[in-house]
T-cell receptor, first 109, second 115 residues
Framework: DAKTTQPTSMDCAEGRAANLPCNHS???????VYWYRQIHSQGPQYIIH???NNETNEMASLIITEDRKSSTLILPHATLRDTAVYYC??????????FGTGTRLTIIP | GAVVSQHPSWVICKSGTSVKIECRSL??????MFWYRQFPKQSLMLMAT?????????EQGVEKDKFLINHASLTLSTLTVTSAHPEDSSFYIC???????????FGPGTRLLVL
């Protein structure tokens, strides 16, 4: 699996957009970019994934740069319930996931 | 869709006893399930990959005789911690690959405390 680099922690004001960056400069052509989050004492929750194109669902948007070496997860209107550790993972799909340390996102009231 | 459940959600047992944890895919069939372990303030670590009808593949350093995995059907995998010791106390989480064969969905986790 290609490695990813994420900031250790971030704060975001409630109601604002939270933009979480991820670098994956060694990603290979067929690897997807996945985002999961883990709220304290719960199992990870799938958020979104993409290969080349930008993706959007009811939870978030994923922006992948043209060279695919980095991506940004966007939570459009952050709420207090979005406080969690966010993991960016690159993977071929249907394989074991390697979790790094992620970004601890804190939503500030 | 793509809901994964685990049972029990938490368990306390005495040292030397065995504990079984169930992982079920509720609304889809999962040919592959994964078992992870998470210690406090650490990230998830993969223990083993479980394929329906075949033996599990264990990660390096995980004792296959201590952590027995059975994946007898497309919707159920079990992890049995045999002769549990206090150092086995952890948060055990399973995941299953959904219909798209691209996305893993995680269960809510099972917290094990061995006294």
């Amino acid at each position: 699996d290609a490695k990813t680099t994420q900031p250790t922690s971030m704060d975001c004001a409630e109601g604002r957009a939270a933009n979480l960056p991820c670098n994956h400069s060694t990603i290979s052509g067929n690897e997807y970019v996945y985002w999961y989050r883990q709220i304290h004492s719960q199992g990870p929750q799938y958020i979104i994934h993409g290969l080349k194109n930008n993706e959007t669902n009811e939870m978030a948007s994923l922006i992948i740069t043209e060279d695919r070496k980095s991506s940004t997860l966007i939570l459009p209107h952050a709420t207090l319930r979005d406080t969690a550790v966010y993991y960016c993972i690159v993977n071929f799909g249907n394989e074991k996931l390697t979790f790094g340390t992620g970004t601890r996102l804190t939503i500030i009231p | 869709g793509a809901v994964v459940s685990q049972h029990p959600s938490w368990v306390i047992c005495k040292s030397g006893t065995s504990v079984k944890i169930e992982c079920r895919s509720l609304d889809f069939q999962a040919t592959t399930m994964f078992w992870y372990r998470q210690f406090p303030k650490q990230s998830l670590m993969l223990m083993a990959t479980s394929n329906e009808g075949s033996k599990a593949t264990y990660e390096q350093g995980v004792e296959k005789d201590k952590f027995l995995i059975n994946h007898a059907s497309l919707t159920l995998s079990t992890l049995t911690v045999t002769s549990a010791h206090p150092e086995d106390s952890s948060f055990y989480i399973c995941s299953a690959t959904g219909r798209d064969q691209e996305t893993q969905y995680f269960g809510p986790g099972t917290r094990l405390l061995v006294l």
